[in-house]
């Protein structure tokens, strides 16, 4: 790997990524940062120039370059657009790298990134104690008391609204419920797929976990959920935490290849996308970058698996008016976005009806609502603004965006469910169980 310029530690953004950029700018008019700013550093654009330029020399790596390197969204909007395939993801994500090195955090900052992302998020034990704490927060009386005090007015708006649709916790992981390391469809097996709980997946949202792993059995796969796997590692290495991210993957690479499986199953479209990326972390380890190109072959949506091998339509139905919204992770960074139309629209009953700019980023994009609540916020606006009001659900991939378009519903006081894809299909199989 070389190092280039103002770019001196290990894992620079590569010359070979920035260089393709011909400034064409058709990636601009589909940035949501520059569409809010209207500022050419706040664009794909400009931020390749910025990168390119700390590479060669011309820049120091400043304010001036971090500031819009962390301001990006990494939703990869400009990703789909761009002629010249420029990955601006990699280049931002390896110059976030860049910047920790450059200016390694301190005091309180310091505090709560190796809180959480070195301690809570890689340890599914931790994980299991913030599972224990919320419950308890949720069910001891004390969440009703904080609310009805008003006490929770003294947080800032953003995290009163997030805490106001915090799902209900339950008793255990779905890592953990699913206690049988495999389990058998009832009827010959197709392939075997090995289930990614995830962090925040499994403790805010295990129901869903165990929905996809009912689907996936109802579809002939063996489910197998190896009980040593850990978090996926996007948040680090959207945090520019490289080195970090990097132990969480050999962990998750050597725990799925020992398990033997013919796909990796995630429903968290930013889980699934850091793991296809897996080997752009170990350009300079070639024996892990073998294991996790192997590795990344295998990493599938749950709704691009159900496509690829076959589903079967429920043969209940499910009457509802569904709107879908397109996570950037499963649209932009990995291009799924037929599979799951065509899940919903195999639901007799379904009536699916498109939002306006359903692929634009809703401002969740990992924890930048809380590191950004300003632009997350005027993203989420214009999110709420697009959902077709006639619509009695609003479907979509990602654990982050339910959270966010859930906040903004609750603030535009709708009448409409937020639901994961698979819930419906879940929904729809249950009721084919009770009617046969
Ligand atoms: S669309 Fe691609 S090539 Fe054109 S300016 Fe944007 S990043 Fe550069
Ligand atoms: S990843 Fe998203 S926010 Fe970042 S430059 Fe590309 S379009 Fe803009």
Known sequence: MQNQGFFVWPDAPE???YSVCVHCGFCLEVCPTYQQLGNENESPRGRVYLIKAVGQGIMPLDQAVIDPVFNCLDCRACETVCPSGVKVGTLIEEARGQALYAQPKTGAAKLTHEFFL???????RKLGVARKLLRFYQRSGLQRALRNSGALRLLPKHLREMEAVLPKVSAQSARTALSVEVQEPVVQAKATVGLFTGCVMDVLFSEINLATARVAQRNQLRVKV???????????????DREQARKMARRNIDVFLEAEVDYIVINAAGCGAAMKEYPELFNDDPEYFAKAQKFAQKVRDIAEVLIEVGFDPPKARLKRTVTYHDACHLAHAQQIRSQPRELLRAIEGIHLIEMKDSDRCCGSAGIYNLTHKEMALQLRERKIADLPREAEAVAMGNPGCMLQIKAGIQAG????????????????????????
Not at 118 to 124: A, K, L, M, R
Not at 226 to 235: D, V
Not at 416 to 428: G, K, N, P, R, W
């Open 15 to 17: 010359k070979d990524l």
């Open 118 to 124: 070195h301690g809570v998020f890689p340890s599914p």
């Open 226 to 240: 190896p009980k040593e796997q850990i978090c996926c590692g996007a948040l680090q290495v959207h945090a520019g």
């Open 413 to 436: 006081q709708l009448d409409m469910e937020v639901v994961h894809t698979i819930e419906l299909l879940d929904e729809a199989y249950r009721l084919e169980r009770e009617e046969a």
